[in-house]
């Protein structure tokens, strides 16, 4: 099945640094999009990517859809303690059957040294 | 958006028993989603529910294992059955096409 490729696994990083990740899939998507997750907590939706070549900026949060509609990118600029967490990306391959399903990148922990 | 409200928050249950999970959402939607996320890993879609039929499984998920109802339009159950240790995760219901979540139940089974 589809599998997405998320990275990095983890960041370290100071407050006030720009942080950048990205995710790449074996095949077309239709959606990307990036999640928040804080412990104890569901996935939040943060960004949600349509087109190819798109990109849509959510505060400091930018993302960007791939040209060839298998990667994505989501930068965080100048982070704050508060971004601490797990990002996930997630996207909607196109499929004949099934065209709902989200599949999950394996996540991105971000850690800001104050 | 909708809002979810997801219940139990967290259990602990022993082996061999069954845990059902409750979501409500506050309005009415035509789809909702169960996933599963195991220990310090991504989401996995375990299935579908749409009110009115039966549910559909994603690969390695039966329904004898993970029976799902989904009796109205703002209410969905899942329920973990026979339950081992290695059913440990947190279990997440989701609407609008995957853009809202409940904030999860985190089952450990010992």
């Known amino acids: 099945g589809q599998q997405l490729n998320q990275s990095p696994q983890s960041m370290f990083i100071q407050e006030g640094e720009d942080v950048s990740m990205n995710c790449t899939s074996s095949?077309?998507?239709?959606?990307w999009l990036w999640y928040k997750q804080d412990p104890g907590e569901g996935p939040v939706l943060l960004i949600a990517l349509y087109k190819a070549g798109e990109l849509t900026s959510n505060g400091r949060l930018t993302a960007q859809f791939g040209i060839t509609r298998k990667d994505s990118f989501l930068n965080i600029s100048a982070s704050i303690p508060s971004d601490v967490g797990i990002y996930f990306c997630a996207g909607r391959p196109i499929l004949i059957q099934g065209a709902q399903k989200l599949v999950f990148g394996q996540g991105t922990r971000l850690t800001i040294n104050p | 958006s909708a809002v979810i409200s997801q219940k139990p928050s967290r259990d602990i249950c022993q082996r061999g028993t069954s845990l059902t999970i409750q979501c409500q959402v506050d309005?009415?939607?035509?789809?909702m989603f169960w996933y599963r996320q195991q220990p310090g890993q991504s989401l996995t879609l375990i299935a579908t529910?749409?009110?009115?039929?039966?549910?559909?499984?994603e690969s390695g998920f039966v329904i004898d294992k993970f029976p799902i109802s989904r009796p109205n339009l703002t209410f969905s159950t899942l329920t973990v059955s026979n339950m081992s240790p290695e059913d440990s995760s947190i279990y997440l219901c989701?609407?609008?096409?995957?853009?809202?979540f409940g904030s999860g139940t985190r089952l450990t089974v010992v």
């Open positions: 095949s077309i998507f239709n959606t």
């Open positions: 989701s609407v609008g096409r995957g853009y809202t």
């Open positions: 529910a749409n009110q009115g039929s039966e549910a559909t499984y």
């Open positions: 309005s009415q939607v035509t789809m």
